[in-house]
């Protein structure tokens, strides 16, 4: 079974902080993506990578930034964290769309356990 | 930028009532996916629709694409308390870019 890790399951952290959130992936997939679950607003996407090194924004990128240097793991950082970036985060994975032809089974997304960020 | 909008936001059925959850898009889909959140879980996928017009059975649970790509729909048939949870839709953008719609909560009562 495919697994996706989340480095924290809960975290408190205070406003300034820098706070780094860690996913890691063991299919050897691709896409990874970081979203943000919200009461009322369902999961909104962050930003996510389809390639090593490679990055692009979500819906919601403001104050956050990413890293992927290797396959395995995609890394969510707030550089300051705000009250307003109290959420539940959870990390994403699937393998590559390879065209038009893709067959459809390897596209679903794999989710990790989420990681709750309380700012205070 | 491309949304997914669902109906209703909540749903409270008795215990083996159906249960049907709405997705809209404003824009024509490449494909459209259902995914299931049990409370204090995280989403789980259950199903990918690619074609016009394609219906899919799982079980009780019933999958349709629009003829036009444009909007799905997921029926639920003599509901169970084990049903429990939050359906969203997903449809995937251009370079792999999955966005959900806001989600159905589901409740049922026993």
């Known amino acids: 079974d495919v697994k996706v890790t989340q480095s924290s399951r809960y975290l408190v952290k205070r406003t300034g902080e820098k706070v780094f959130l860690e996913c890691v992936q063991d299919?050897?997939?691709?896409?990874m993506f970081w979203y943000r679950q919200d009461p009322g607003l369902g999961l909104r996407l962050i930003y996510f990578?389809?390639?090593?090194?490679?990055?692009e924004k979500g819906d919601i990128p403001e104050g956050y930034s990413v890293s992927r240097e290797k396959k395995e793991r995609f890394s969510l950082i707030l550089e300051s964290a705000s009250t307003n970036q109290t959420s539940m985060y959870l990390c994403?994975?699937?393998?590559?769309?390879?065209?038009?032809?893709?067959?459809?089974?390897?596209?679903?997304?794999?989710f990790g356990s989420g990681t709750q960020l309380s700012v205070l | 930028g491309q949304q997914v909008m669902q109906i209703p936001q909540y749903q409270h059925v008795q215990e083996g009532e159906d249960f049907t959850t709405y997705c809209n898009s404003s824009?024509?889909?490449?494909?459209i996916q259902w995914y299931k959140q049990r409370p204090g879980g995280h989403p789980v996928f259950l199903i990918q629709?690619?074609?016009?017009?394609e219906v899919k059975k799982q079980k009780r649970l019933t999958f349709q694409f629009g003829e036009a790509k444009k909007n799905s729909s997921l029926h639920i048939t003599a509901t169970q308390t084990t049903d429990v949870g939050t359906y969203f839709c997903?449809?995937?953008?251009?370079?792999?870019?999955?966005?959900f719609g806001p989600g159905t909560s589901l409740s049922v009562i026993p």
């Open positions: 994403a994975s699937s393998s590559v769309w390879t065209g038009k032809l893709l067959v459809a089974t390897n596209e679903k997304l794999f």
């Open positions: 299919m050897d997939h691709e896409n």
């Open positions: 990578s389809y390639d090593v090194k490679m990055k």
């Open positions: 824009t024509t889909l490449s494909n």
């Open positions: 629709l690619v074609k016009s017009g």
């Open positions: 997903a449809a995937k953008t251009s370079y792999d870019k999955v966005i």
